[in-house]
């Protein structure tokens, strides 16, 4: 198993470019989750998902959007970017039963946006 | 949603025992605790988790009390590798609590000196 795979693994943007994160897992977890992670900080939610055609927004969720037509794919868009989301963005993944308390992250995308 | 609270740093030095401590007073009974380990430039990785007393893994311990308001993680032996970022996560779990919003507290930064 790969686990959650992240691409790109680095992107710059200028401001008002639109662009997708893309996130796979191969473990047919339900949930996946987007966080952000800016310097120095903690990891805040922005949208997650429990299963395929079903999205939610988190604490942070404006400017992004989100949808999950798979059970294996969670892109999250950004369609006008900001300096403000210059961030490190993780996709995180879990079991919905079972050992389901478990989350398993990518390794993130490094965003800059200019 | 239990809202968890721990110290922002922590300094140890290699070969000590290292305990960090998670506030979560509001936890609820279907709640269950799980701790993660970041490295710089990484995503998160899950260490261990528990319901309440005492979980021990290969990596850590987990002390809980009874009353569950707060838990401790407990690194034994700690070396200049273990130099991090700790977080503790409330997970709600079964009926009702299954929910998707998992929310990050800022964590904690271990610095392990020589």
């Known amino acids: 198993n790969a686990g959650v795979t992240q691409t790109p693994k680095f992107q710059v943007l200028k401001t008002g470019q639109s662009m997708t994160l893309q996130c796979a897992q191969d473990?047919?977890?339900?949930?996946m989750s987007w966080y952000r992670q800016d310097p120095g900080m903690g990891l805040r939610l922005i949208h997650y998902?429990?299963?395929?055609?079903?999205?939610d927004q988190g604490e942070v969720p404006n400017g992004y959007n989100v949808s999950r037509s798979t059970t294996e794919d969670f892109p999250l868009r950004l369609l006008s970017a900001a300096p403000s989301q210059t961030s490190v963005y993780f996709c995180?993944?879990?079991?919905?039963?079972?050992?389901?308390?478990?989350?398993?992250f990518g390794s993130g995308t490094q965003l800059s946006v200019l | 949603l239990a809202k968890t609270t721990q110290p922002i740093s922590m300094d140890s030095y290699e070969g000590q025992e290292v305990n960090i401590t998670c506030s979560h007073n509001?936890?609820?009974?279907?709640?269950?605790i799980t701790w993660y380990q970041q490295f710089p430039s990484q995503g998160p990785r899950f260490i261990i988790q528990?319901?309440?007393t005492k979980v021990t893994n290969e990596v850590a311990s987990l002390f809980i009390p009874a009353d569950r308001k707060s838990s401790t993680l407990s690194l034994p032996r700690v070396s200049l590798s273990d130099t991090a970022v700790y977080y503790c996560l409330v997970v709600p779990w079964g009926g009702s609590g299954n929910t998707g919003k998992l929310i990050f507290g800022q964590g904690t930064t271990l610095q392990v000196k020589p």
């Open positions: 995180a993944s879990r079991e919905t039963d079972g050992n389901g308390k478990k989350l398993f």
């Open positions: 998902s429990v299963g395929a055609g079903i999205t």
């Open positions: 473990m047919n977890h339900e949930y």
């Open positions: 528990g319901y309440k």
């Open positions: 509001n936890i609820a009974t279907n709640d269950y």
